[in-house]
């Protein structure tokens, strides 16, 4: 029997603390896991192949999940949902925009590129621009460190000399697409096309502030949103906690 119905997508080792309140949160009304991928520095960066591995894990049960990421975990799941729509209940995306590669790493790499500058002085930038008026809060250094290892661990196409596009559109199963108005990377350009391609059912929703790791600031105020939209399509998701 499996053990959870959610099922929350992590391949940022360096930036998974920042998914811990949100998972916390959702884990008081709702079975969830976490699946988790690392991917060695000297492997080549390749979602599709994070795509077959994430298949590999849950072709092993019958049971459909809830798949939930945020940025280019989000993308991930999309795609997986997109290709085995049947093993999917719904999808829920947190900052990720409508031209699905289109991760706060583009943002970086053109930085690099346009501007000319240095690895460190792009990251600082990044840094304050993922983060808003809430890097005071936080080390700086910490979330330079944090993203200058995702840089290399994540399992993006994306490089300094070339950026990579995905294809944008919708998917088969209920849509939940989740993001912050003042997130400096994800403009209302990257997400405008959004509410062009929602179904019946689908929710757009958008959290006041939080800039760019919304969910981490505001974990009740997210978490309610997704929980009225998994409890819209499957009433009965509530009622299967385990104690």
């Not at 060695?40 to 979602?47: A, M, R, T, V």
């Not at 661990?153 to 912050?180: E, F, I, R, W």
Request: proline content about 4%.
């Amino acid at each position: 029997m499996v053990a959870f119905d959610v099922l929350w997508l992590s391949t940022n080792p360096s930036l998974k603390r920042f998914d811990l309140p949100m998972i916390n949160y959702l884990s008081n009304s709702v079975r969830i896991g976490i699946w988790e991928y690392k991917q060695d520095l000297d492997e080549g960066s390749c979602i599709e192949k994070t795509v077959v591995l994430l298949y590999d894990f849950i072709k092993s049960s019958n049971h459909k999940f809830h798949l939930i990421g945020h940025g280019i975990n989000g993308a991930i799941a999309l795609l997986f949902a997109r290709s085995y729509p049947q093993r999917v209940q719904t999808l829920t995306l947190l900052s990720v925009a409508y031209q699905t590669g289109y991760t706060w790493h583009v943002y970086y790499y053109n930085k690099r590129y346009l501007l000319n500058i240095s690895r460190e002085r792009a990251l600082i930038h990044t840094a304050q621009t993922l983060f808003g008026n809430q890097v005071k809060d936080y080390s700086l250094n910490s979330l330079i460190l944090s993203i200058d290892m995702d840089l290399d661990q994540a399992p993006s196409h994306h490089s300094l000399y070339k950026t990579m596009s995905l294809a944008p559109g919708n998917v088969d199963v209920p849509l939940m697409v989740c993001s912050s108005k003042n997130d400096a990377i994800l403009t209302d350009a990257e997400l405008g096309g959004w509410s062009k391609i929602l179904k019946p059912g689908d929710i757009f929703w958008q959290c006041e502030s939080g800039n760019h790791f919304f969910h981490f600031f505001f974990p009740e105020k997210t978490g309610k949103n997704i929980l009225n939209f998994w409890r819209n399509h499957y009433p009965d998701i509530l009622q299967k906690l385990s104690f």
